[in-house]
């Protein structure tokens, strides 16, 4: 028979443990390798708990992103200063300048997913850069928010393809 406070072995029918001087009564008796489960349990549930929250505390940060429209516009225009040197330069289209470019849209529009001037814009750089494919699916995402965009509708029928 085992203390169930302290875990010690005490004599079979005793009362009290004589180490600790708890009540000790048949019923009460757990075996030290019974508690020691209890306890890994309880860590291993507290455990499981921690990382649940924290993943959910990750997917909704990257799910559900803050809306920054002021953020969104700065680095759109930051955008389009690059666009405009790369514009000035005797029409040299440097591609590690476009992707730079079209990271900042890419930023503006993360912060900002409304926000269809950035979209645009990053359709230009993807063409400048003959990355096609990108600027059809960002001609899709503004066809989805707004079905009828002049814009999209026109680089749509000049890409001759038709946009998911």
């Known amino acids: 028979m085992f203390c169930p406070k302290c875990g010690k072995q005490i004599q079979e029918g005793s009362q009290f443990c004589e180490y600790c001087g708890t ?4 019923i009460e008796e757990l075996k030290p390798s019974r508690r020691k489960r209890r306890k890994w ?4 549930l507290i ?12 997917a909704y940060l990257y799910f559900f992103p803050r809306v920054n429209p002021e953020k969104s516009k700065e680095y ?5 200063a690059t666009l405009s ?8 289209m440097d591609q590690e300048k476009l992707k730079e470019v079209s990271n900042d849209f890419q930023r503006a529009i993360r912060l900002d997913p ?17 990355d096609l494919s990108e ?15 002049d ?7 000049l890409l001759g393809e038709e946009t998911p």
């Not at 009540?23 to 048949?26: A, C, Q």
């Not at 040197?85 to 040299?92: P, R």
């Open 23 to 26: 009540r000790v009564s048949p």
């Open 41 to 44: 349990l309880s860590s291993l």
């Open 47 to 58: 455990l499981i708990i921690a990382v649940v929250l924290a993943s959910s505390a990750l």
């Open 76 to 80: 759109e225009n930051q955008g389009l």
């Open 85 to 92: 040197q790369l514009a000035a330069q005797n029409g040299i």
């Open 114 to 130: 409304d926000n269809l001037s950035a979209r645009k814009n990053l359709i230009y750089t993807y063409l400048l850069s003959d």
């Open 135 to 149: 600027a059809q699916k960002e001609i899709g995402e503004i066809l989805k928010v707004n079905p009828n965009d």
């Open 151 to 157: 814009f999209a509708l026109k680089m749509q029928e």
